[in-house]
């Protein structure tokens, strides 16, 4: 009787070993070669479970995002405080060196998706998959009251997407620069001052 190998399995293995790679050795190190080795398979086991480098990345960064995101459906929304909110945003900074290690597979998408289409596809993917997050942040913030109605859901949420990329840039690339003290502060006063009307010209 021929064996039944089990697909799903055989991708959650792999997936499993990218991410202990970027554990180890941080995501620059991330190769066919290296992943296959880590899961204990021949490289060809790759490209016939989950294809493409990009494609194994993109499984990876889905895998991140559905963690955010069964994060942000645990909470209770329609509770909402200034507190639950930061702490919301906070957890999408790499701050610590374990999430530094896991958030390298954005800057690697990052640094190849000039020139590889399928990187930038999985780079916008996971772009798209951070913003639906905040929008419905955001949404239930305004229907809490926490959001002056002068401001726009969507622009903030491109306000709040910028800031979160630009404190995960200087925290990846200057681990130093930002305490996690001081990154909650910048992100409270971010939540405080949606509760603010829009200054004058900043539309």
């Known amino acids: 009787m021929p064996k039944i190998v089990d697909h799903?399995?055989?991708r959650r293995v792999i997936v499993e070993a990218l991410w202990r790679v970027v554990a180890r050795d941080?995501?620059?190190?991330?190769?066919?070669?290296?992943?296959a080795a880590e899961a204990g398979m021949p490289k060809s086991s790759i490209g016939h479970y989950v294809g493409t480098m990009p494609q194994l990345l993109g499984l990876a960064v889905d895998e991140l995002v559905q963690a955010n995101t069964d994060y942000i459906l645990g909470l209770d929304l329609l509770d909402l405080d200034t507190d639950k909110v930061t702490e919301v945003l906070f957890t999408l900074v790499p701050v610590s060196e374990s999430r530094r290690h896991m958030s390298g597979v954005w800057l690697l998408l990052a640094a190849r998706a000039g020139a590889d289409p399928e990187f930038a596809e999985v780079l916008h993917?996971?772009?798209?998959s951070v913003?639906?997050?905040l929008n419905e942040l955001l949404t239930a913030m305004s229907r809490r009251g926490m959001m002056n109605r002068s401001r726009s859901i969507p622009v903030e949420v491109r306000r709040v997407h910028a800031l979160i990329d630009g404190l995960a840039l200087q925290c990846m690339t200057d681990p130093e620069l930002r305490s996690e003290?001081?990154?909650r502060a910048i992100l409270r006063d971010a939540v405080e001052a949606l509760?603010?009307?829009v200054a004058a010209g900043t539309r």
């Not at 941080?26 to 992943?35: I, K, L, P, Y």
């Not at 993917?125 to 798209?128: A, D, G």
């Open 8 to 10: 799903d399995e055989r």
């Open 26 to 35: 941080g995501a620059h190190e991330v190769s066919v070669r290296h992943v």
């Open 125 to 128: 993917r996971l772009n798209e």
């Open 131 to 133: 913003a639906e997050g």
């Open 181 to 183: 003290r001081e990154v």
């Open 195 to 197: 509760a603010e009307p």
